[in-house]
C-alpha cells in the first residue's frame, strides 16, 4: 500500500522519475546543495584562519590598521597614500603612531610585533 501512494505522489508531482520529485524540484536541489557546499567549504576555511587581535586594545586606530596592514605588504609609504587617497606625510604620520604605540622604531619590527600581537596576518603576502 506504501509502494501504491509513492507511485500515485510521484504521478500528482509530474516527476517521472517516481520518487515523487519533479525535474524542476530536482534542479532547485541541486542548486541549493552546491549553495550548501559553498557555506561549508567558507566556514571550514574561517575555522581554520588565525584569529585576529583587537587593535583598539594597542589603542590602534582603523586608518593606522589599514596603514599597518599595507605596509605588511611591503608597500611604500606613497603607494599606501595612493591606494587609501591620503598625502604620503598623513602616511609617514601614521607610521609614527604605529611605532609609538607598540614601543618600535621601524617598520620590520612593528610589523614582526602587529604579528606576534595577531593584529596582521601571521604569514607575508605570497608575491
Do not use: C, W
Given at each position: ?49 588565525p ?30 597614500g ?15 603612531n604605529?611605532y ?28
Open positions: 500500500m506504501a509502494e501504491r501512494s509513492v507511485t500515485a505522489m510521484g504521478r500528482l508531482r509530474g516527476g517521472p522519475s517516481g520518487h515523487g520529485f519533479s525535474d524542476r524540484d530536482l534542479e532547485y536541489a541541486g542548486l541549493a546543495r552546491s549553495l550548501l557546499d559553498t557555506v561549508s567549504a567558507h566556514q571550514h576555511l574561517t575555522f581554520r584562519m584569529r585576529l587581535g583587537d587593535p583598539a586594545e594597542y589603542g590602534i586606530t582603523l586608518r593606522e590598521m589599514a596603514v599597518l596592514a599595507l605596509l605588511s605588504e611591503g608597500l611604500t609609504a606613497h603607494a599606501i595612493s591606494r587609501l587617497r591620503i598625502t604620503e606625510k598623513t602616511v609617514v604620520k601614521h607610521k609614527e604605529i609609538k604605540k607598540p614601543r618600535v622604531h621601524d617598520r620590520v619590527t612593528a610589523i614582526n610585533k602587529a604579528r606576534a600581537l595577531g593584529l596582521v596576518s601571521p604569514e607575508p603576502p605570497a608575491g
